[in-house]
């Protein structure tokens, strides 16, 4: 069975820092490719950022230069660091894992990241 669980969102202030970790059973994630997405209330979840089993990492033109994806060097884990957050990244984000080979697709069940002072 194939897990994803996300950890680390809550409340920040403009301009801070936050990191998201997603650990990962039942796949690899070195063999995966993975992915975060955001959601905000009423509106479409939209690719933040992924990282392809051949370490290429790809990120939306607005998280571009603030946000990194990179997988964990000992754990089945992926994560996210957030730099310079403002209110507009406020959304619930989710951890994706797609299994290339049984053509899978997996969803976590999102953490909430609130950016206010």
């Known amino acids: 069975q194939v897990q994803l669980v996300e950890s680390g969102g809550g409340l920040v202030q403009p301009g801070g820092s936050l990191t998201l970790s997603c650990e990962v059973s039942?796949?690899?994630?070195?063999?995966?490719?993975m992915a975060w997405y955001r959601q905000e209330p009423g509106k479409q979840r939209d690719l933040v950022a992924r990282?392809?089993?051949?370490?290429?990492?790809n990120y939306s033109d607005v998280v571009k230069g603030r946000f990194t994806i990179s997988r964990g060097n000992f754990g089945n884990t992926v994560s996210l660091q957030m730099t310079s957050l403002d209110a507009e990244d406020t959304a619930v984000y989710y951890c994706?894992?797609?299994?290339?080979?049984?053509?899978?697709?997996?969803w976590g069940q999102g953490t909430q990241v609130t950016v206010s002072s």
């Open positions: 990282i392809l089993r051949n370490g290429t990492r």
């Open positions: 994706y894992a797609e299994d290339t080979i049984r053509e899978r697709t997996y």
């Open positions: 039942g796949i690899r994630v070195r063999t995966s490719t």
